[in-house]
Nanobody, 128 residues
Framework: QVQLVESGGGSVQAGDSLRLSCVIS????????IGWFRQVTGNEHEFVAG??????????VDSVKDRFTISRARANDKNTVYLQMNSLKPEDTAVYSC???????????????????WGPGTQVTVSS
């Protein structure tokens, strides 16, 4: 059973930083891709950043380039993907969730249906 659990969200001021974490368990994701998406109520899930687990290649939506960094780590049999968010803006306010493609699917795509596994999400609120 694949599980993804996010943490690290919160309420901050514009210009502040947050680091989101996503712990992944129950699947063989060494040849897959993990993505961070965000959703504002009533809108579609927006791709934010993705990382190919096997070669560490990354991809970002233009609005977060040079501000957000996605990375991964494996320690003590725990797989974690991080999203370091700097220079936060009010328009970054959303529920952020991590999503995983099926093992073996490594291309970093930007549409949420291509990621069939996801966590419950964590709220990020940025005030001006």
């Amino acid at each position: 059973q694949v599980q993804l659990v996010e943490s690290g969200g919160g309420s901050v001021q514009a210009g502040d930083s947050l680091r989101l974490s996503c712990v992944i368990s129950g699947g063989a994701f060494s040849r897959s891709t993990i993505g961070w998406f965000r959703q504002v109520t009533g809108n579609e899930h927006e791709f934010v950043a993705g990382i190919n687990w096997s070669d560490d290649s990354t991809r970002y939506v233009d609005s977060v380039k040079d501000r957000f960094t996605i990375s991964r780590a494996r320690a003590n049999d725990k797989n974690t993907v991080y999203l370091q968010m700097n220079s936060l803006k009010p328009e970054d306010t959303a529920v952020y969730s991590c999503r995983a493609r099926r093992p073996g699917y490594a291309t970093i795509l930007t549409t949420s249906p291509d990621y069939p596994y996801w966590g419950p999400g964590t709220q990020v609120t940025v005030s001006s």
